[in-house]
């Protein structure tokens, strides 16, 4: 919300975590920024409300158990396809017709997951059949379950990380440079459809309200 404020743009954010609220009273109050505490399957904004709706990094965390105890584990609930199926609904809804969804999460068609472990740190070998980390056929899947009038889109993620925090560790000086050149490599032809891919370890997907013909 912060990025987006100096960037001049009204910005709503929000979490349901209480302790994001202790986090966020520890922070300079800025103008153009709004916190809200809210479920993001039921969220408190009237229809056609923003330009832009963008979620990153929660889709995983919706409908899911986790603990780390001190190893990282996820199972998924029983109502996890409905959950995140309001979830994309409740961003569609908000959003102007000429709007735009984005959605960014770890793939979860990669078999590493860089984002989810335990307190080492270290990477975690993830399978497709945990139900955990979205694929893009899933959320395809979701956003057609809600309408057909989306067009959904998985574009590069270059330009999302910084790779400062993995530049920290061993694996992350050795492989930070040549992901930064391969994640610049799918923003072009033909390497675009690889965004979609398991070859592209995290998902940016567009959704866009498609034009009338």
């Not at 959320?139 to 009038?149: G, H, I, N, W, Y």
């Not at 061993?170 to 799918?186: D, N, T, V």
């Not at 979609?196 to 940016?204: D, I, K, M, Q, T």
Request: net charge positive; hydrophobic share 40%.
């Amino acid at each position: 919300m912060e990025y987006l404020a100096s960037a001049g743009f009204q910005s709503f954010g929000i979490d349901i975590a209480p302790m994001r609220f202790e986090q966020w009273s520890m922070r300079v109050k800025l103008p153009r920024v709004t916190l809200i505490r809210a479920d993001a399957t039921a969220l408190p904004f009237a229809d056609d409300f923003f330009d832009i709706a963008f979620s990153s990094g929660m889709l995983e965390h919706i409908g899911v158990a986790e603990e780390c105890t001190p190893e990282y584990r996820v199972a998924p609930l029983p109502d996890q396809r409905l959950l995140r199926q309001r979830f994309i609904a409740e961003s569609l809804r908000v959003v102007r017709p000429d709007g735009i969804v984005y959605v960014d999460h770890p793939n979860g068609a990669f078999p590493i997951d860089f984002w989810h472990n335990d307190y080492r740190s270290r990477p975690r070998l993830h399978s497709p059949f945990q139900k955990f980390l979205p694929t893009f056929r899933e959320v395809a899947d979701l956003c057609k379950s809600v309408s057909a009038d989306y067009a959904v889109e998985a574009i590069s993620p270059a330009g999302r990380f910084t790779f400062r925090r993995s530049e920290r560790r061993w694996y992350g000086k050795l492989f930070s440079g040549a992901m930064k050149r391969y994640l610049r490599l799918l923003q072009r032809e033909p390497l675009r459809r690889l965004a979609a891919s398991p070859l592209n370890p995290y998902l940016v997907i567009r959704i866009e309200r498609r034009p009338l013909a």
